[in-house]
């Protein structure tokens, strides 16, 4: 039984850090209510939930995903690109501990858990705002040994690698192509974001079923006829946050 590990919504949420969506008035406590709805469907699907201790002067805290990239051998705790979220860190890195040896990404290195999309032994890293390319170059050298391909692939217009492509299958990802190039995923079997939902390729492949956002209800249909099993979760107050469905847990199998 996977565990997905989740942090509660800081009350200071509407102070977190964005980049490539502007800031709108921000209600932490309806946040809160969607992201313990997210909680309670990745239960359904089957994960054990974890909580990590509440951050409440850490805003972006919620967004786990980017402090740690967890792979089948080790955990790798990341130094975010933006430095308010550094101190994310050690509640994460002692999460971990208990399931995973830990590497870790240090100084001059930056590196953002969403910036990295793990599919078998290929590892996608973007090369993000947030992820530099000393980070990326100690993501290579930490997963080297543990025989996986770390390959860099540029983004542009959004925030992480993965607000652009995420695995939907096992050889099958959902992309927004204005903002990844899509040659870099030619292996795979490629479905498209409906042209309406520019964000909608933030979704998130538990077992058998995909989670996505509940407003992307073409993107969805998409997915749907393609004889995927779909989930839908409201997290409409934390994409405000520019988070999305991935970034609010980090799923330990």
Not at 18 to 47: F, I, K, M, N
Not at 56 to 82: M, N, Y
Not at 114 to 133: E, M
Request: net charge positive; proline share 6%.
């Amino acid at each position: 039984m996977p565990i997905a590990i989740t942090r509660p919504v800081s009350p200071s949420l509407a102070c977190c850090e964005l980049t490539h969506v502007p800031r709108q008035a921000l209600d932490w406590r309806r946040a809160a209510r969607q992201h313990a709805r997210y909680e309670r469907a990745l239960a359904s699907l089957g994960c054990t939930v974890q909580h990590l201790p509440a951050e409440p002067d850490l805003p972006d805290a919620v967004f786990v995903e980017d402090a740690a990239v967890v792979l089948d051998e080790l955990a790798v705790i990341t130094r975010p690109g933006a430095r308010s979220r550094r101190p994310e860190t050690t509640t994460v890195a002692t999460a971990l501990a208990p399931y995973r040896p830990l590497g870790h990404i240090v100084a001059p290195g930056t590196l953002d858990g969403g910036d990295v999309l793990h599919i078998g032994t290929r590892v996608f890293v973007g090369a993000s705002t947030r992820s530099n390319r000393t980070g990326r170059a100690q993501l290579r050298a930490l997963l080297a040994p543990h025989g996986y391909h770390v390959i860099d692939v540029a983004v542009t217009g959004c925030l992480h690698l993965k607000s652009a492509v995420t695995a939907v299958a096992d050889e099958t990802l959902l992309i927004q192509r204005a903002w990844v190039d899509a040659q870099a995923f030619r292996a795979f079997a490629l479905i498209d974001v409906d042209p309406a939902e520019p964000f909608a390729a933030n979704v998130l492949r538990v077992a058998d079923a995909v989670l996505v956002p509940s407003a992307y209800r073409r993107t969805r249909r998409r997915l749907e006829g393609r004889g995927l099993r779909v989930r839908g979760v409201d997290v409409s107050e934390l994409a405000k946050a520019e988070g999305g469905v991935t970034c609010c847990s980090l799923v330990v199998r």
